[in-house]
């Protein structure tokens, strides 16, 4: 008798339910720690030197006078600004150290902070794989469409926009780039804004969304990412225009840098977490100092060049020992951290992308890492993304959850009794209570990772995973078209802004 049988014949009713063998996000890491906390100490300490005595590149701006109104010494001559280790103390003191990301529904809610790990997407792609195989740029709907894939995966917890509106005038993506993301799933949504004006404009949107300016204040539904610093050590004065626009509407914001080790920070890894930490520091002195308790998320997303060509790699095992150093600094610091993994440099869903992106994606997860953007979807060092990848990611980030959770030991799973009873024969594991009443609350069951006899994977086609999720994934997209946003409020929104993705492209036979 095969086992399976076994299972099905001693089972005279439903087994009672039990909690799910994965949270639906903000499971506790910190098993991972790459650092020792003397490690962390002195990187920090090193961070703070580094900003009093090599100071941080400002151009003349209300961003540098900012600096020298809050104490800072101000190098005209070398367009340096030395942020003295008391202000980096003071704003700390003042950051706050849990944010909130709010879905449309609170089961999407994000709590930013400590060990929480929420895994997700991200990314400015300009590059589609789509699922006929061919590559072509990237364009608005994509925003839309894989975002309606998003929503029926439930171990993607967030939606940061992942792909650039290459067919869109630049004037134009922000709203829309919003507008496509939140009309397809009411998990969180991020982006980054294109221009200082959008920026209010999209909180006005998003409060029609949210019920109102108050109701998005409690419960906001977007927030932004902001790549201000060009490492190393330097301001980019057009986007802390924006950055400085964000916070005068206090919508929630990472700071984001993103050195490469050996290209635009040391080759040393630690020397790598010592300039980003700098950078960090410095955006925590900026805004903290300006409007304490701010919701301000330390965005670190340290990646490596390869030395022998120079380029960009993000699927390294030394890319996931910086961003799980990462985590553990934020902790140090009492600070929400947006961080990486899933950067894979595979051109295909491919072996070579699961075991990046699993390598990648477990590493921050267990060292605690918040919110994990590009855990799903990425290809090619950032520049393309595959709709079946995000389908294969979610297992990826569900294994990941899963070991999360841990192991359960309490007087019941010790088993003692469970044991005793087997050897004594009576009955057999298969088929015992204790494995009934567990077996879906203890094990996670990959949709797409396949466990079948070869026998009956070959009867049904002997797809592999790609093929698999690739069939999934048109399955969705011709059938999913969830009503996030209600006609009324559509026909408002659509009156109000210049929304260009057409109300066609949202309806069923579209598709």
């Known amino acids: 008798m095969r086992p399976a049988a076994a299972l099905r014949r001693t089972r005279s009713s439903a087994p009672v339910r039990q909690p799910a063998p994965v949270a639906p996000g903000g499971s506790s890491g910190g098993q991972y720690r790459p650092l020792t906390d003397a490690d962390v100490r002195r990187i920090v300490d090193a961070a703070k030197t580094v900003l009093e005595r090599t100071g941080i590149q400002v151009m003349p701006s209300r961003c540098r006078e900012v600096f020298r109104a809050l104490g800072c010494r101000v190098d005209a ?78 171990h993607i917890h967030f939606y940061m926009r992942p792909v650039v509106c290459r067919d869109l005038a630049t004037e134009d993506i922000d709203v829309n780039q919003f507008y496509a993301c939140l009309a397809a799933t009411p998990k969180h949504v991020m982006a980054n804004a294109y221009l200082a004006d959008s920026v209010p404009l999209l909180k006005e949107m998003a409060a029609m969304m949210a019920g109102g300016a108050a109701a998005l204040a409690a419960r906001p539904i977007i927030s932004f990412s902001s790549c201000w610093t060009v490492s190393p050590l330097r301001y980019a004065a057009e986007t802390v225009e924006i950055l400085d626009r964000i916070i005068a509407h206090d919508l929630p914001v990472v700071t984001s840098s993103a050195p490469q080790a050996g290209a635009t920070s040391p080759a040393a890894l630690a020397g790598t977490l010592v300039q980003i930490t700098a950078e960090q520091l410095s955006g925590v002195v900026y805004i903290c100092l300006q409007k304490p308790h701010y919701p301000l998320i330390m965005g670190c997303v340290p990646a490596q060049a390869d030395l022998r060509t120079g380029a960009f790699t993000g699927g390294s095992g030394e890319f996931a020992l910086l961003n799980a150093a990462c985590a553990q600094i934020a902790q140090h610091l009492r600070l929400p951290l947006y961080n990486s993994s899933g950067i894979s440099d595979a051109k295909i869903p491919d072996a070579q992308a699961g075991a990046e992106k699993g390598i990648t994606t477990l590493a921050a997860a267990l060292a605690g890492a918040n919110y994990v953007h590009h855990s799903a979807g990425m290809l090619e060092s950032l520049l393309a993304v595959a709709y079946e990848q995000y389908v294969i990611d979610n297992d990826v980030n569900g294994v990941a959850m899963r070991m999360l959770k841990g192991i359960d030991v309490s007087d019941e799973s010790l088993s003692i009794d469970v044991i005793d009873e087997v050897c004594r024969g009576e009955g057999h594991f298969l088929g015992h209570p204790q494995t009934l009443g567990l077996m879906n609350s203890e094990y996670l069951y990959p949709r797409f990772m396949d466990r079948q006899t070869r026998d009956d994977w070959e009867s049904k086609g002997a797809k592999d995973i790609r093929e698999a999720a690739r069939d999934h994934a048109r399955k969705v997209l011709a059938e999913h078209f969830p009503r996030v946003i209600e006609p009324a409020l559509d026909r408002d929104l659509r009156r109000r802004f210049r929304i260009l993705l057409p109300e066609s492209a949202m309806r069923p036979h579209a598709a």
């Open 77 to 154: 001559a070398r367009d340096r600004v030395h942020i003295p280790a008391r202000l980096v103390e003071r704003a700390l003191a003042s950051a706050a150290p849990v944010v909130t990301l709010a879905g449309r529904r609170p089961e999407h809610d994000l709590a930013l902070g400590g060990t929480k790990v929420y895994l997700g997407t991200g990314g400015q792609a300009v590059k589609v794989l789509d699922l006929d195989g061919r590559v072509r740029e990237s364009v608005l709907r994509d925003n839309y469409d894989i975002g309606r894939l998003v929503d029926t995966l439930e």
